[in-house]
T-cell receptor, first 112, second 115 residues
Framework: DSGVTQTPKHLITATGQRVTLRCSPR?????VYWYQQSLDQGLQFLIQ???????AKGNILERFSAQQFPDLHSELNLSSLELGDSALYFC???????????FGQGTRLTVV | QQQVKQSPQSLIVQKGGISIINCAYE??????FPWYQQFPGKGPALLIA?????SEKKEGRFTISFNKSAKQFSLHIMDSQPGDSATYFC??????????????FGSGTRLQVQP
């Protein structure tokens, strides 16, 4: 158990809908990262927050957004969902911005 | 500049053998190189990591070899066991002054250790 908690574990929704994925980082970790994992794209970095502030953006679509709250948990919002958004979404956390990042178990999103 | 290239895509090794997975990078600003192990349905788990001022790091049966001049690093799994069968990802993290502290991942290697 990495100490990073993601909910829900599975999510099935229809095209055009909006969903919110939640991540609770390890205790004391200030950095949160979101990654998307699909079969043909590997692990793609979406966005990073550090202590409530957006730190870096990767290949995140305009339809996606995220935030980190004062208690350091983070949410990833996916809207106007398309079939191609079906993937595993992982959250990872680290104490600062160096060293290892620890991943949660992921949320499997299926868009039908 | 941010890409990390990983090979092979898949690997079959006999129990007790040595598994070797290779990665190469272009961006010299990377300063931290971890390897992750992922089992089906699970999140990637940090296995072992190295910084570029060290040429080798060993933890149990897992060893990272790092060649800074060639911009390559590899994972060696000694005495491979069926329980090691998983997908392995190399990754690299940018330095503090790059603004790129997120990990950039290789494409993954599916390892199968045959009993």
């Amino acid at each position: 158990d990495s100490g990073v908690t993601q909910t829900p574990k599975h999510l099935i929704t229809a095209t055009g809908q909006r969903v919110t994925l939640r991540c609770s980082p390890r205790s004391g970790d200030l950095s949160v990262y979101w990654y998307q994992q699909s079969l043909d794209q590997g692990l793609q970095f979406l966005i990073q927050y550090y202590n409530g502030e957006e730190r870096a953006k990767g290949n995140i679509l305009e339809r996606f957004s995220a935030q980190q709250f004062p208690d350091l948990h983070s949410e990833l919002n996916l809207s106007s969902l398309e079939l191609g958004d079906s993937a595993l979404y992982f959250c990872a956390s680290s104490v600062g911005e160096s060293g290892g990042a620890f991943f949660g178990q992921g949320t499997r999103l299926t868009v039908v | 500049q941010q890409q990390v290239k990983q090979s092979p895509q898949s690997l079959i090794v006999q129990k007790g053998g040595i598994s070797i997975i290779n990665c190469a990078y272009e961006n010299t600003a990377f300063d931290y190189f971890p390897w992750y192990q992922q089992f089906p349905g699970k999140g990637p788990a940090l296995l072992i990591a190295i910084r570029p001022d060290v040429s080798e790091k060993k933890e149990g049966r897992f060893t990272i070899s790092f060649n800074k001049s060639a911009k390559q690093f590899s994972l060696h799994i000694m005495d491979s066991q069926p329980g090691d069968s998983a997908t392995y990802f190399c990754a690299a993290r940018g330095g503090m002054d790059t603004g790129r502290r997120a990990l950039t991942f290789g494409s993954g290697t599916r390892l199968q250790v045959q009993p």
